[in-house]
T-cell receptor, first 114, second 111 residues
């Protein structure tokens, strides 16, 4: 299967700071990537669709000014959590689709805001 | 009502048992159906995908889709302790589209 990587795997930051998470497709090009959020023992909730070369599409209820997404190349999308607060602590996962039906996920980034 | 309903379990079975995992959905636009396995603190791993109604088999795993009933299943034969994980169903109206996930079923296979 295709490989999607994320960096960092874990980050701890102080309240009020910003954190950037990278998502890379290692062996394929992805014009579209997806960002999900997962709370403990809960399912994945789609936050936004990241489109290469254009603005991201955010799901209802997701603050676009707080969760900045940049998809600058066909292999890299970044999610920046701005002015992070403890309630932003969560598991963030990205995904990409190299072929029809096949959406592959990265290993996730665990964000803890203190 | 959630778009996708999945019994969260937990489900505990002995090694070698046949496991049946299920999801129901309400959105008739869903055409593509996937099953993912997620180990603790890891990203989901794609197990199987199917398009529209029918069955698909891959080793010990069989996926079934019944669009008329809006019901999908994943069967695991000869279950192993290494199958212990959370299993998530996911579906989409398009082949490259965003996924809507079920809540996930926690499965434990004990030796």
């Amino acid at each position: 299967g295709a490989v999607v990587s994320q960096h960092p795997s874990r980050v701890i930051c102080k309240s009020g700071t910003s954190v950037k998470i990278e998502c890379r497709s290692l062996d394929f090009q992805a014009t579209t990537m997806f960002w999900y959020r997962q709370f403990p023992k809960k399912s994945l909730m789609l936050m936004a669709t990241s489109n290469e070369g254009s603005k991201a599409t955010y799901e209802q209820g997701v603050e676009k000014d707080k969760f900045l997404i940049n998809h600058a190349s066909l292999t890299l999308s970044t999610l920046t959590v701005t002015s992070a607060h403890p309630e932003d602590s969560s598991f963030y996962i990205c995904s990409a689709t190299p072929a029809p039906y096949e959406q592959y996920f990265g290993p996730g980034t665990r964000l803890t805001v203190t | 009502q959630k778009e996708v309903e999945q019994d969260p379990g937990p489900l505990s079975v002995p090694e070698g048992a046949i496991v049946s995992l299920n999801c129901t959905y309400s959105n008739s636009a869903f055409q593509y159906f996937m099953w993912y396995r997620q180990y603790s603190r890891k990203g989901p791993e794609l197990l199987m995908y199917t398009y529209s109604s029918g069955n698909k088999e891959d080793g010990r795993f069989t996926a079934q889709v019944d669009k008329s009933s809006k019901y999908i299943s994943l069967f695991i034969r000869d279950s192993q302790p290494s199958d212990s994980a959370t299993y998530l169903c996911a579906m989409s109206p398009t082949s490259y589209g965003k996924l809507t996930f079920g809540q996930g079923t926690i499965l434990t296979v004990h030796p």
